[in-house]
């Protein structure tokens, strides 16, 4: 079995629900507290052993590419002036991994974003981190991808259980529990849009691991729901064929694609935080006191 070593981050997206932040700035370059949701991507994909990282962006989105890359004049300054902590926060961003960028020229859709990443694979496997999608866990959700595909051989598709109001809009999965936290995963259907269609409350969020025998099948996909090449719709292709592991991950998930996302995302990192983390949570305690 192949080393997985590569990742691709699709942050191609329009970013339409979290307007007008996304407007001139990325939904994946948005902080939560001091370093952009993105960075939190590409740490969790170089923890899990990743060395080579694709990051597909589109026009507009070049600061993602400033953000990874050196800064000679602030890191000058820094050390200059005696900011070590500054120094090493700046020098961290650009030293976690190799990371190319390919911009995705139309937005046709995730799995389109996916099909411009064929060169960069080749024929390895590789981790899907949704650019808007970040999870905090101790335990790597890209670690947790490899650790099952290396046990399995299969695709490894990371999975949560979501609100039964709100499945209509993300993917639904056929599943049969294996053990502990892996599924046999058989069948799948994008935005079900009647409950007869549900397979299950179990949907894809946010994390994959897929072989390279995703490429020719996206390449003669037609557009699914929302007129946009899905990537959920070729997943269903290899799983019906050769079957897929669904991972329900640990770790907790923010959808940076969505306001309330972002303000959790932000309060919950704040009250870790080692720097503000106690002042923070004193000014909610008093804060609550008037909700
Ligand atoms: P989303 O559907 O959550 O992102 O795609 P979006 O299209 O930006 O969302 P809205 O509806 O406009 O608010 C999941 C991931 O796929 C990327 C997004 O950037 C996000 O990380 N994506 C989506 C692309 O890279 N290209 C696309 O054409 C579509």
Request: aromatic share 8%; with cysteine.
């Amino acid at each position: 079995m192949k080393k997985v070593t590569k990742a691709v981050i699709p942050a191609a997206g329009l970013g339409t629900r979290v307007l007008p932040a996304s407007k001139a700035m990325p939904k994946e370059m948005l902080p939560i507290v001091d370093k952009p949701a993105i960075q939190y991507i590409v740490e969790e994909a170089a923890a899990a052993g990743i060395e080579d990282i694709l990051i597909i962006t589109n026009r507009g989105k070049g600061i993602i590419e400033d953000h990874f890359d050196r800064t000679p004049i602030l890191e000058e300054a820094l050390m200059k002036s005696g900011k070590r902590d500054f120094y090493d926060s700046v020098m961290e961003s650009s030293e976690l991994a190799n990371i190319y960028f390919l911009r995705q020229k139309e937005t046709k859709g995730l799995g389109h974003a996916i099909y411009c990443a064929k060169s960069f694979v080749g024929d390895d496997p590789f981790v899907v981190l949704y650019g808007d999608d970040v999870i905090m866990s101790d335990d790597p959700v890209a670690g947790q991808l490899i650790r099952a595909y290396n046990e399995y051989g299969k695709i490894c598709l990371g999975i949560k259980s979501v609100d039964e109001n709100a499945i209509h809009k993300y993917s639904s999965l056929k599943v049969d529990l294996i053990r502990d936290n892996l599924f046999s995963v058989t069948d799948m259907i994008e935005k079900p849009d009647t409950p007869d269609k549900v397979m299950s409350l179990y949907s894809i969020l946010g994390r994959c691991l897929l072989t390279s025998d995703i490429f020719p099948i996206l390449e003669n996909l037609p557009a699914g729901a929302g007129g946009e090449i899905q990537l959920t719709d070729a997943i269903k292709v290899l799983a019906q064929r050769d079957g897929a592991i669904g991972v329900d991950f640990y770790g907790k998930r923010y959808d940076m694609g969505s306001k309330l996302g972002i303000m959790q995302a932000a309060v919950e990192t704040a009250l870790k935080h080692s720097e503000i983390g106690n002042d923070f949570r004193e000014y909610l305690v008093e804060l609550a006191k008037n909700l």
